[in-house]
Structure formats: structure tokens, C-alpha cells
T-cell receptor, first 114, second 111 residues
């Protein structure tokens, strides 16, 4: 079974803090993704990576950065957290670039920024 | 870019059938996925369609019409555990594995 794990299920931070969200997958997948999920808006792609040290902006990258130093680990960084970044953050991975290949999701991190 | 529309919420009784529609607009279609997401949990894969027609998998079926930009997910013999959000997601070409998601349809199954 593919396993995608995220470092925290719940996180409370203060405005202006630097926040690190970690994601690890154990299936040697090439691609990794970070989404945020908000009611009525669905999943929106923040950043993705198709190889180690490679990253691409998604639809809403502003206020975020990412790091992929090892194939199995993809980190999302909020440089200076703001209240509008309160959300559910989901990490996902997929094997390669085959059109049929599904994404496998982690359990999510619910972040509250006060 | 893409526009993906699906109803916000649907309610049905146990044992019934529910059909969740998804319409999309895309510049280069490369497949459509359906995911199930229970409250507080990760989305899990249900189905993938890339050719027109119906794909059946037990109680769940998914249909695609590429010319109409339309898909539906059919849930038969509804069970209480089917209460969840159902997400429609489209893959564009070229993809890099990316998906564009609809906002999700909350299905409520009542006794």
C-alpha cells in the first residue's frame, strides 16, 4: 500500500511565524504535490515537484515556498504565516506522468493561524 | 485553465441510487478522476475515465462524454458509509501528473 504521511494533523501558529509542513511518501514516486482545501473552493494546487530539487508553481503559490531535497520528502514552507493561510493542507504523490496514474493523498494538516 | 462544476450537495436514502454530475471545460483533456473523501480524511481514488463510456466497479460506476465535457459518478444501493464528499478532477495535457479539482459534492445518505 502506498503511504503518504504528514508531520502533523493539527497545528496552531501565530501571524508572522515561519511554518514548516512535512510530507513523506514511501513508494518511490516521482511527483509530489501540495494542495490547500477550503470549503466551497475544493483542492487548489500550491506547488508541485516532478523530481528531486525541481519545483513548479501551482495555481496559488503566493506566500508559500517548497523544498524537495530527497525524493521521498516534500516540504511546504509558509515564510510568514497570515490568517488567510488558515486551511487544510493536503500532500499527495503519484508515480510518474502517465495520464492514468492517480494521486495518493496524505491525511492532511489542519493549520490555524491566529 | 479549466472550469469544473459539480453540485454542492445531494441527499438520498439508504438503498437508493444517486448520480453526481461533473462538467468541465479544458484546452487539452487527458483523463477524469473521481475521488471519495470522508470528513477529516484524505481523498481516495474511485475511478478513472479517459475514453467515452461507462466504467463499472461494483456499486460505483463512472461515465464520460468527452464531446460534451461531462461525466457522472453513479452510486447504487447506497449505504450509510457512502456519506462523503465526492471530488471530480480533470487532467490536462501536458500534465506533469497535475489534476484540477472541482469543489466537491457532499452526499448525505439518510436512513
Amino acid at each position: 500500500d502506498v503511504k503518504v504521511t504528514q508531520s502533523s494533523r493539527y497545528l496552531v501558529k501565530r501571524t508572522g511565524e515561519k511554518v514548516f509542513l512535512e510530507c513523506v511518501q514511501d513508494m518511490d514516486h516521482e511527483n509530489m504535490f501540495w494542495y490547500r482545501q477550503d470549503p466551497g473552493l475544493g483542492l487548489r494546487l500550491i506547488y508541485f515537484s516532478y523530481d528531486v530539487k525541481m519545483k513548479e508553481k501551482g495555481d496559488i503559490p503566493e506566500g508559500y515556498s517548497v523544498s524537495r531535497e530527497k525524493k521521498e520528502r516534500f516540504s511546504l514552507i509558509l515564510e510568514s504565516a497570515s490568517t488567510n493561510q488558515t486551511s487544510m493542507y493536503l500532500c499527495a504523490s503519484s508515480p510518474g506522468t502517465g495520464a492514468w496514474e492517480t494521486q495518493y493523498f496524505g491525511p492532511g494538516t489542519r493549520l490555524l493561524v491566529l | 485553465g479549466q472550469n469544473i462544476d459539480q453540485p454542492t450537495e445531494m441527499t438520498a436514502t439508504e438503498g437508493a441510487i444517486v448520480q453526481i454530475n461533473c462538467t468541465y471545460q479544458t484546452s487539452g483533456f487527458n483523463g477524469l478522476f473521481w475521488y471519495q473523501q470522508h470528513a477529516g480524511e484524505a481523498p481516495t481514488f474511485l475511478s478513472y475515465n479517459v475514453l467515452d463510456g461507462l466504467e463499472e466497479k461494483g456499486r460505483f460506476s463512472s461515465f464520460l462524454s468527452r464531446s460534451k465535457g461531462y461525466s457522472y459518478l453513479l452510486l447504487k444501493e447506497l449505504q450509510m458509509k457512502d456519506s462523503a464528499s465526492y471530488l471530480c478532477a480533470v487532467r490536462e495535457n501536458p500534465s506533469w501528473g497535475k489534476l484540477q479539482f472541482g469543489a466537491g459534492t457532499q452526499v448525505v445518505v439518510t436512513p
